[in-house]
């Protein structure tokens, strides 16, 4: 409900007693305007809001948006993205950093070690978060403990896709081909342990089935082998795949989430197909360092979820098979935690172990 402003307008006698009607008309003017002004302002429709001590912070400083990995790709598009607006939001620069090595740890450990301050953050993907805690057996973090959760980023679907050569339309056909045949399908992944040998586990253990992983250094070399028909099938983000699946040189057998990815709504969900329970989604989250102020981090969060909702950087994420997928800081935590606690119980259930 919008409150109505009066505005009252009493001009002192004196000042215009004796003057011209031409002085008179200009004086009411002069007061009109600014009073009309006064009223605008009130109802927030001119001028700039009061900032809060939290927006205040951020703009005392220059941001450094730290990617661990290489340039290109979704993590760094999402850095970007962050980078320009928070230039642009609080009138300081904002720079991102790329420091890959040690499966992203490098990266992770300098916005651990920042000062928690609100101007050095963290884009990192989920099996950062989420599942190397649990595969890597000294794995250096303590991810509730050394970060605050920001809010998470953008999503990517994950799909499963098959060679042309291996002869299998959709995924009840992969199912009925396993089956009849046990032992003799195999799937690539980028590596043990990561997110898309995990769907692979899950799949085999939802639909029944018995696969042979083969894992590779990397997508692109798992790709070229499935493009090649080296090995039939391959869990991955649909970014990396969506220009082979157009140009029909992949067979797109399912989405791993629940519903149909806005992405790529033409795909049908393996759930679609009778194989459920597997919702496995790439994503991407923003983190701070531990010991962040609560008012900042919230302020951050709202500030990407304004940033994320332009046309245009939907358009960006679009071009990559993302979509925007923002979460309040304690949604995020909680989405972490749960999330963590389903991969640790199949790592340990397939005796999973980082290479």
């Known amino acids: 409900m919008t409150t109505p402003v009066s505005c009252s307008l009493r001009v002192a006698e004196s000042p215009l007693k004796g003057a011209t009607p031409a002085a008179r008309q200009s004086r009411f003017r002069g007061v009109s305007r600014t009073c009309c002004i006064a009223a605008l302002a009130a109802l927030g429709l001119v001028g700039a809001h009061a900032q809060s001590p939290a927006e205040k912070q951020l703009a005392s400083d220059r941001f450094t948006i730290v990617s661990p990995f290489p340039p290109g790709g979704p993590v760094d598009t999402l850095a970007r993205v962050l980078a320009d607006g928070l230039a642009k939001r609080y009138g300081q ?94 799937y690539a992944s980028p590596g043990v342990g990561s997110g898309l040998h995990l769907a692979g586990e899950l799949f085999k253990q939802q639909a029944g089935i018995d696969l042979l992983h083969v894992p590779y250094k990397g997508t692109a070399p798992a790709l070229n082998d499935v493009l090649g028909g080296v090995v039939p099938l391959m869990f991955s983000n649909l970014p990396a795949t969506l220009p082979f699946i157009q140009n029909g040189k992949l067979v797109v057998l399912g989405v791993t989430e629940a519903k149909r990815s806005p992405a790529a709504p033409e795909i049908p969900t393996l759930a679609e197909q009778g194989i459920q329970g597997v919702a496995v989604t790439s994503w991407y989250g923003l983190l701070a360092p531990a010991g962040t102020p609560a008012a900042v981090v919230e302020q951050l969060a709202k500030d990407a979820a304004q940033m994320l909702a332009q046309p245009e ?8 098979g993302m979509t925007e997928a923002t979460m309040k800081p304690g949604e995020f935590a909680i989405h972490m935690r749960d999330e963590t606690a389903m991969w640790a119980k199949i790592i340990k259930a397939r005796n999973i172990v980082a290479e």
């Open 93 to 186: 620069a904002a720079v991102v950093e790329n420091m890959p090595g040690a499966a992203g740890n490098i990266g992770i450990d300098k916005v651990k070690r920042a000062k928690p301050d609100g101007h050095t953050l963290l884009v990192v993907p989920a099996g950062n978060l989420t599942i190397n805690p649990t595969l890597m057996p000294n794995f250096p973090f303590v991810i509730e403990k050394d970060f605050a959760p920001v809010t998470m980023l953008a999503k990517a679907p994950n799909v499963l896709v098959a060679s042309p050569t291996a002869g299998i339309k959709n995924a009840k056909d992969l199912v009925a081909q396993a089956k009849a045949k046990p032992g003799t399908l195999s």
């Open 313 to 320: 950087v939907h358009q960006r994420l679009k071009a990559q």
